[in-house]
């Protein structure tokens, strides 16, 4: 009789000590989760804050828009500056392949001196 009291009082020891390690994970669940929730809440804060920014940029944008009547000079300005784009770029392509043909010459000399020397 005392064995079988024991083995239960080993049993009581063993759940009582499970059931304590299963709060403990609930604990560290609950607050891992109310962490999460603190941070989606401030996330969701930002978000609306961003929201009314931005939707007044738009409404500004708009207003701005609506002002300019006339878009003719924008646009001779616009295509100007893609003229102008496409020259620095066509300079810049030929400087660039400039560079490299003086580069291999340079070499070419280079290993033309070491020859002689």
């Given at each position: 009789h005392a064995l079988e009291e024991r083995e239960a009082a080993n049993l009581r020891n063993t759940a009582?000590?499970?059931?304590?390690?299963?709060?403990?994970?609930?604990d560290a669940v609950l607050t891992s989760t109310e962490t999460q929730l603190a941070e989606a809440e401030r996330a969701a804060k930002e978000?609306?804050?961003?929201?009314?920014?931005?939707?007044e940029r738009a409404e500004q944008l708009t207003k701005d828009a609506e002002g300019?009547?006339?878009?003719?000079?924008?646009?001779?300005?616009?295509?100007?500056?893609?003229?102008?784009?496409?020259?620095?770029?066509?300079?810049?392509?030929?400087?660039k392949e400039s560079k490299e043909e003086a580069v291999w010459?340079?070499?070419?000399?280079?290993?033309?001196?070491e020859k002689n020397c």
């Open positions: 009582c000590a499970r059931a304590k390690q299963s709060v403990e994970n609930f978000a609306r804050e961003l929201a009314i920014v931005s939707r300019v009547q006339d878009t003719s000079s924008l646009e001779e300005d616009v295509s100007n500056a893609q003229i102008d784009c496409d020259a620095f770029q066509s300079a810049y392509d030929f400087a010459r340079a070499a070419e000399a280079r290993l033309a001196h």
